[in-house]
């Protein structure tokens, strides 16, 4: 299947393959910082969602906060800043591996050999082998993007969802 090519079609050359391999890790490494961009962005409106929530809070006395209305609409409020919190961290904390001394690419690969191993070894890489090893490293980059556009998802859902939830506790308490 590897060496099919469609009629009329011709095989890309080794040139090729490489700058598509090389296409390819760039776009996946910018989807990657894509998530983590709007991550911290998220970050943010959660750090000004939980000071609003402290704040509306902070108005109130004992007594009106422990009322059943608010305790539920505030808990659901304050769990759905939490689950948003957790899963924005997911998206912004590294998630580093093991290296292991035969990969090329990964930081952690790199330094799992002396300088003098891997000089060597990246040196005695044929061309097809370095063109496969991207396209892995490519697969790599994509499931760590997957991941942190997952999380970013449900980070993003969450904060909405809380910030409907102050919305209504803020009301609440203010028409007591």
Same mark, same amino acid.
């Given at each position: *299947? ?5 009629? =009329?079609?011709?095989? *890309? ?11 390819? #890790? ?11 961009? !709007?991550?911290?962005?998220?970050? /943010?409106?959660? &750090? ?14 004992? +007594? ?6 608010? *305790?539920?609409? &505030? &808990?659901? +409020? ?20 093991? =290296? ?14 002396? !300088? ?5 070894? #990246? ?16 697969? +790599?980059?994509?499931?760590? /993007? ?17 910030? &409907? ?6 009301? *609440?308490? #203010?028409?007591?």
């Amino acid at each position: *299947m590897r060496d099919e090519v469609k009629k =009329g079609e011709t095989k *890309m050359d080794s040139k090729t393959r490489f700058e598509f391999a090389k296409f390819v #890790a760039t776009n996946t490494q910018e989807q990657i910082k894509l998530a983590d961009s !709007k991550a911290v962005w998220v970050f /943010s409106v959660l &750090g000004l969602l939980t000071a609003v929530l402290t704040n509306v809070l902070t108005k109130f006395n004992f +007594a009106e906060l422990m009322k059943p209305k608010v *305790m539920i609409f &505030g &808990g659901v +409020a304050i769990i759905s800043l939490i689950i948003a919190f957790k899963h924005i961290i997911l998206v912004i904390y590294p998630r580093l591996t093991q =290296g292991n001394k035969e990969g090329v690419i990964y930081f952690r690969d790199i330094l799992a050999s002396t !300088k003098e191993e891997y000089s060597q070894r #990246a040196m005695a890489i044929n061309e097809e082998t370095m063109i496969k090893k991207m396209y892995e490293q490519s697969h +790599a980059l994509a499931s760590i /993007s997957e991941k942190k556009f997952s999380s970013l998802r449900i980070a993003i859902i969450s904060c909405m969802f809380a910030l &409907g939830w102050i919305a209504v506790t803020a009301i *609440m308490l #203010a028409n007591h």
